[in-house]
């Protein structure tokens, strides 16, 4: 946040729980009234990693990752400009990959693929754009938190990956970007794979 401040740009930190219908309404109005009407939204927030399948951990990714996504979409609904705009999911090509010890990661992140094709049937006819963005294992602080930058699992999937390493967040900004603009007003209900061939 300091670093857009710094470039003359606005920005709004809000602390919530998107898996709470409270939080995403309090989170949506200060943006509001702090911004106006809202053109795009990026569902960005998600949790993953290598799981235990139990009732809790279920709960815990499907909350956020899938519960939490439809919230903040239903929501944005009430505060989008009335000339349409572009909601942006964020994806995972676990949704695609499949890979062991991510059933219920891999799960919510195919559900996040199936919201996104069928709310773009739902609301093209209100001008709003919905997309979604899959990439492979990406350097954040979540990566390090898990354990997952510097591990067996890191090194695997850059030699996987056939542009042979793992992202960046800023391999994925340029394209949330494109998704966000005029320049992608006739693209809707894709998921665009932004993971260096993996």
Known sequence: MAEIT??????????????????????????????GPIDILVNNAGIGGIETVSEEEFHRHFNTNVLGVLLAIREALKHLASDGGSIINIGSVASRLTPPDNAVYAATKSAVDAITRVLAKELGPRKIRVNAISPGVVETEGTHAGGIIGSDFERMAAQQTPLGRVGQPGDFAPVAVFLASDGARWVTGETLFVSGGL
């Open 6 to 35: 710094r470039n003359g740009d606005s920005a709004l930190a809000i602390q919530g729980d998107v898996a709470k219908a409270a939080d995403v309404a309090h989170l949506f109005a200060e943006t509001a009234r702090v911004f």
